[in-house]
């Protein structure tokens, strides 16, 4: 179903592989470890292999989908994300998004909903003077569940004051899919970060773009 733009009243984002380019990094330097008689793609195997480290809850809905255990397997990764520790590392932007959120700015009520610690969020966002931006912050510990639960949708709805069927969530995963669609909002998949089309489109995104700031064309015309 195509975006309903009218129904668009505020924007969520996703952190990493949506703002954060950081992960690409990984798979850069990953990439030269793969030998070609064994891997044909060796980029396709390491974006793979970094999205598990980096965010296994990817992986894990699609295995939950395979068995039929969604409920169980999302309550698996709220866990998980709210417990596991997140290095510190270099952050890197995907390009066009500070100028995408500068045009966004004041046309839109906008808000970060990551399960991300906090620290880690707003060392991020300080990094490229993005904080300011955004009326809400929602981390992985801001709401009881963390993504793919719709609670960090719902709380960021409500500090934005607007209803969660008017919100927009844009990620990278089909965990951000997900906790867009459980909290009612639409969604919008970015294929800049570890989601591939396929599996976003499965899942049951509303709009699939090329990088983040494809949306500001859509949303702005």
Request: glycine letters at 8%; proline letters at 7%.
């Given at each position: 179903?195509?975006?309903q733009l009218?129904?668009?009243?505020?924007?969520?984002?996703?952190?990493?592989?949506?703002?954060?380019d950081?992960?690409?990094?990984?798979?850069?330097?990953?990439?030269?470890?793969?030998?070609?008689?064994?891997?044909?793609?060796?980029?396709?195997?390491?974006?793979?292999?970094?999205m598990?480290?980096?965010?296994?809850g990817?992986?894990?809905?699609?295995?939950?989908?395979?068995?039929?255990?969604?409920?169980?397997?999302?309550?698996?990764?709220?866990?998980?994300?709210?417990?596991?520790p997140?290095?510190a590392?270099?952050?890197?932007?995907v390009p066009?998004?500070?100028?995408?959120?500068?045009?966004?700015?004041?046309?839109?009520?906008?808000?970060?909903?990551?399960?991300?610690?906090?620290?880690?969020?707003?060392?991020?966002?300080?990094?490229?003077?993005?904080?300011?931006?955004?009326?809400a912050?929602?981390?992985?510990?801001?709401?009881?569940?963390?993504?793919?639960?719709?609670?960090?949708?719902?709380?960021?709805?409500?500090?934005?004051?607007v209803?969660?069927?008017?919100?927009?969530m844009?990620?990278?995963?089909?965990?951000?899919?997900?906790?867009?669609?459980?909290?009612?909002?639409?969604?919008?998949?970015?294929l800049c970060?570890?989601?591939?089309?396929?599996?976003?489109?499965?899942?049951?995104?509303d709009?699939?773009?090329?990088a983040?700031?494809?949306?500001?064309?859509?949303?702005?015309?």
């Amino acid at each position: 179903m195509p975006l309903q733009l009218s129904r668009i009243h505020a924007l969520c984002f996703d952190v990493d592989g949506t703002l954060s380019d950081t992960d690409d990094l990984y798979m850069q330097k990953l990439v030269p470890f793969l030998p070609r008689f064994l891997f044909r793609d060796p980029a396709h195997t390491a974006r793979r292999i970094v999205m598990w480290v980096e965010a296994p809850g990817n992986t894990l809905l699609g295995l939950a989908d395979t068995l039929g255990i969604d409920d169980e397997m999302a309550a698996f990764i709220s866990w998980l994300y709210r417990n596991r520790p997140y290095p510190a590392k270099k952050f890197l932007l995907v390009p066009g998004v500070d100028e995408m959120l500068k045009c966004l700015y004041g046309h839109f009520p906008m808000a970060v909903v990551t399960a991300r610690d906090e620290y880690g969020t707003m060392c991020f966002l300080d990094q490229f003077g993005l904080t300011g931006y955004f009326n809400a912050i929602i981390t992985g510990l801001s709401a009881p569940y963390t993504k793919p639960y719709p609670d960090p949708i719902l709380l960021a709805a409500k500090k934005m004051d607007v209803a969660p069927e008017h919100c927009l969530m844009i990620g990278d995963t089909t965990v951000d899919i997900r906790a867009g669609r459980s909290a009612g909002a639409q969604t919008a998949g970015v294929l800049c970060g570890f989601g591939e089309e396929y599996e976003l489109k499965k899942m049951g995104a509303d709009a699939i773009f090329d990088a983040t700031p494809s949306l500001l064309n859509v949303l702005l015309g």
